[in-house]
């Protein structure tokens, strides 16, 4: 074959420009429509089908072009017109201006397209795009350097104020607070922040005036894109003016207004209290309630009382004095008769004088924790984050209100929380526990050192490190009595190591080591309810069942439980049980929930699913073997439907397991039973004292004397006995073996 002649020929009948011109006019077809489909919410397949035809139509295009010739007569056959009667020079010249005209018309688009739609998309990116800000404490450059308190209310109302932008992500009070006093590279501040720009700034005062400097500084490039100064009489009103006109020139630097009408600006903050004095005591409150240290929050009630005494007008002030009071019951020493009225009294105070306040909203969650009422704590929480939602604190106590229905948007919460303040210890402690919680050990594992890193001095920092070595998927007792003990030996008070020291000494039978820590918490903290946990907990580990039942009924007289409540309803079936008066089991059972002994119940109310299993034990007890089936089956069913992966013992969930060991139970397959308990022990290392309370379980104790359980529970026993030898070696190289243990 003559190639030179056929690209003579395929030049000569004008294919090339066919192609050409197709190719531009179809590139430009394309990118029309690609363009328009979506402003004119055109279906899917509109946009692939215009591209296919135009690939379709090009090889078609060449064909034509080579087979046939535009004349004056219309289309012909190429072949059937001689060489001297050809136009396919004049046909030509028509394509050259055809692929002219197609080539300026793809320029225009492509102009259109780069040049304003570009534009649009930059604006629209700025427009959906979140800025993101932290705000360092100022610092006191007065020559008395005792100004720390003021600049630091002034860093803190400008982080208030830019947190209510929506569009705006501000990192938390404590991460900012924690680079306080410190030159660090604001580069890595930025990086450990994870924000974009950085607002700094200082405090000189010289008499009754005061000089505040303020820089916006861009952390990529260490640019600073605004700094003004502002000369001021000293006064609170000015305080918060000079606080409005540095947050409003931030959001117009970093362009926030853009998300907005243009003449419209970010609302000014409510001045919280004109009295210097009172919010620089509000200021050493909140820094005192940081690390959950008992002192330290006893200290803080002083400050906010303070504070509130100085004005009485301060809802921010009773606010967080509700806190700190909810703080004290979980982790010092408070009245459980005086303190609801405590959070009550002052969240209330705080709403009267405001009741846009997230901060009180969060705090009335508190009071009707207490009164257990969780519903009504939960909407409480609702409304503190519907309106405080860049409140790292707010979103946290928010999904700690939230229940396993609502698992996806509690862990949406957490990790909001830890995005806003990411050096929080209390914020990490709960992402690290909601991590577990979804079986990312390695995850949890990482923050929980992160927190003992950065919060050395947090009440709990070394808890969920130890909580984890106990429990599965490690069950390692020994090193976590171990880690405890060391622990102990540094804070010989602190409320949360005391707690855990107990439990940890009773998972290897080190009964009095728990005695020794349950004597330092009714010395330090007979009010908490740590104190009175452990103290029935050693009860049951010493089988004192009497005395528990006898000291039972002063303990719901103290919390407020009643008959009736669900609270107390499975203590009472235990109760019943020890006493082997079933009768009596059922008639509580008939007179406050009846509920249960419906013919119409399908599931557990109160989803309490084990109370089904021991109503089943109970009327078998008392004869009432046809009722007793209809609660096994209830319960089987329940437990069933759910099941994720068929009853599979290597991949269930440990509660799913827990359930499934309780529905063999109830018809005496010792076998199944036993090779579930041998599951979660063994393979799953769920170890903590499981078989200890197991004794006293009235669903399995219904097997405990087969030959299948006692096999496994010699098993058990001298696995225990191992790490319990390791403990006791420890305790002997500190000098805190009794000799008469040995």
């Known amino acids: 074959m003559n190639f030179k002649k056929l690209i003579e020929e395929l030049k000569r009948r004008n294919v090339f420009k066919v192609a050409t011109a197709y190719a531009i006019a179809g590139w430009l077809i394309i990118q029309v429509v690609t363009s328009i489909s979506e402003p004119l919410s055109l279906p899917d397949w509109f946009d692939t089908s215009i591209i296919l035809l135009v690939f379709i139509g090009f090889p078609i295009a060449l064909l034509i072009a080579w087979a046939f010739e535009l004349t004056s007569d219309g289309l012909r056959k190429t072949k059937e017109i001689e060489v001297t009667d050809s136009v396919s020079a004049s046909t030509g010249k028509k394509l050259n201006r055809v692929i002219i005209a197609v080539l300026s018309m793809a320029v225009i688009f492509l102009l259109i397209n780069r040049v304003f739609y570009a534009q649009s998309n930059s604006e629209n990116s700025e427009a959906s795009g979140m800025a993101s800000i932290a705000v360092l404490p100022f610092a006191d450059m007065s020559p008395e350097g005792d ?12 982080l208030n104020v830019l947190a209510k932008v929506k569009e705006m992500k ?38 009754d005036r005061i000089r505040i400097t303020a820089q916006l500084i861009k952390v990529d490039d260490g640019f600073h894109m605004w700094s003004e100064t502002y000369d001021r009489d000293y006064s609170a009103e000015n305080l918060f003016e ?46 005192l309630l940081l690390n959950r240290k008992s002192v330290e929050i006893e200290e803080a009630i002083e400050h906010f009382k303070e504070a509130v005494a100085l004005d009485d007008k301060f809802a921010l002030g009773y606010a967080r004095l509700a806190i700190a009071y909810s703080h004290l019951f979980i982790y010092g020493n408070i009245d459980i008769k005086k303190v609801p009225d405590l959070i009550r009294d002052n969240a209330d105070r705080a709403l009267l004088l405001d009741n846009t306040l997230g901060t009180a909203y969060a705090a009335l969650s508190n009071y009707y924790d207490l009164k257990l009422e969780p519903e ?72 929980a050192k992160k927190n003992v890193e950065l919060n050395p001095n947090y009440s709990g920092v070394n808890n969920l490190l130890i909580g984890m070595l106990r429990s599965p998927p490690n069950g390692k007792l020994d090193e976590a009595f171990i880690s405890t003990y060391k622990a102990y030996q540094k804070q010989p008070n602190n409320l949360q190591i005391l707690g855990l020291l107990a439990s940890t000494s009773l998972d290897l039978d080190l009964l009095f080591i728990s005695k020794e820590a349950e004597e330092k918490l009714t010395k330090l903290y007979p009010e908490n309810q740590s104190t009175t946990s ?51 089991a059922v008639s509580y059972i008939e007179k406050y929930h009846p509920i249960y002994v419906s013919d119409t119940i399908t599931v557990a109310p109160y989803k309490l699913d084990v109370v089904l299993a021991y109503l089943s034990v109970i009327y078998s007890k008392v004869g009432e073997d046809e009722i007793s089936e209809r609660f096994t089956k209830i319960y089987t ?78 098993r058990v026993t001298t696995d225990l006995s191992n790490m319990r030898l390791k403990a006791k070696e420890f305790l002997k190289s500190q000098g805190k073996w009794p000799a008469e243990n040995n």
Request: one cysteine or more; aromatic letters at 10%.
């Open 534 to 584: 452990i103290h029935f907990e050693n009860y049951t580990y010493e089988k004192n069942y009497e005395q528990i039942f006898k000291e039972m009924d002063a303990v719901y007289e103290k919390f407020g439980i009643v008959n009736g409540s669900e609270l107390k309803l499975m203590a009472q079936l235990q109760r019943y049980d020890y006493n082997k008066d079933y009768a009596g």
């Open 147 to 158: 100004q720390e308190y003021f600049s630091d209310g002034l860093s803190e109302e400008l």
């Open 637 to 714: 069913e329940n437990i069933k439907s759910k099941l994720k992966f068929e009853g599979a013992l290597d991949k269930e969930e440990i509660s799913t397991l827990f359930s499934l060991a309780y529905c063999a139970a109830l018809i005496k397959d010792a076998e199944t039973t036993t090779k579930i308990l041998d599951e979660l022990y063994f393979n799953r290392k769920s170890k903590t004292r499981m078989y200890v309370y197991q004794d006293v379980d009235m669903v399995l104790r219904q097997i405990q004397d087969s030959k299948e359980y006692l096999d496994l529970r010699e």
């Open 170 to 207: 501000v990192a938390g009070r404590t991460s900012s607070f924690k680079f306080k006093g410190k030159n660090e590279d604001l580069k890595a501040v930025g990086a450990e922040l994870g924000v974009e720009h950085i607002l700094e700034g200082s405090v000189r005062k010289a008499g």
């Open 242 to 287: 000079v606080q409005d006109e540095i947050s409003q020139q931030v959001l117009e630097e970093l362009k926030v207004k853009l998300l907005k009408p243009k003449n419209e600006n970010v609302t000014a903050a409510k001045i919280p209290t004109k009295n210097t004095k009172a919010y620089e005591a509000y200021l050493k409150g909140n820094q």
């Open 376 to 447: 009504k704590s939960k909407e409480a929480n609702k409304k503190a984050y519907e309106l405080e939602p860049n409140n790292s604190e707010i979103a946290m106590w928010y999904a700690n209100s939230l229940g396993v229905e609502d698992a996806k948007l509690r862990t949406e919460l957490y990790e909001k929380a830890y995005e806003i303040d990411p050096l929080a210890p209390v914020v990490i402690t709960n992402l690290a526990n909601d991590l577990l919680r979804n079986d990312k050990v390695a995850e949890a594992e990482a923050m």
